[in-house]
């Protein structure tokens, strides 16, 4: 299954949520490489980046699109955070408290988009 959320910077909101699920950003090996190449990018201007659940069985996938995110998210994540300094970590990486709540918090990331953590 793959998760998809639509972007404006696919490579630098792919490092946030890493950080956020604890997950790993796919590598890129050489043919990607070189196929991105042939279209004029790099992986740093890829506007499609996956990150992979450790088991494979679940792809978070960013896609850039190129109209800004106007309302509310209609679905969103829950995340479960390891510790404080976790919530602390995506707060330095541009998270954003929008609302707290007993046992949890909105949040959203760099890009505006809601998820919901917990610990």
């Known amino acids: 299954m793959?998760?998809?959320?639509?972007?404006?910077?696919a490579?630098?909101?792919?490092r946030?949520?890493?950080?956020?699920?604890?997950?790993?950003?796919r590598p890129y090996d050489e043919a990607e490489i070189a196929r991105l190449?042939?279209?004029?990018l790099t992986p740093e201007t890829d506007p499609t980046v996956a990150i992979d659940?450790?088991?494979?069985?679940?792809v978070f996938f960013l896609q850039e699109v190129?109209?800004?995110?106007?309302?509310?998210?209609?679905?969103?994540?829950?995340?479960?955070l390891r510790d404080e300094a976790h919530l602390a970590h995506l707060l330095r990486l541009g998270a954003t408290v929008v609302s707290e709540h007993e046992g949890w918090?909105?949040?959203?990331?760099?890009?505006?988009?809601e998820f919901?953590?917990?610990?």
């Open 16 to 25: 946030f949520w890493e950080v956020a699920l604890g997950w790993r950003i």
């Open 53 to 58: 659940s450790p088991d494979g069985s679940l």
């Open 37 to 40: 190449a042939t279209l004029g």
């Open 116 to 119: 919901c953590a917990r610990m």
């Open 2 to 9: 793959e998760i998809v959320l639509d972007c404006r910077h």
């Open 66 to 80: 190129p109209e800004p995110k106007t309302g509310k998210n209609r679905m969103h994540v829950d995340v479960r």
């Open 105 to 113: 918090q909105v949040l959203a990331d760099p890009e505006g988009n």
């Open 11 to 14: 490579a630098s909101l792919a």
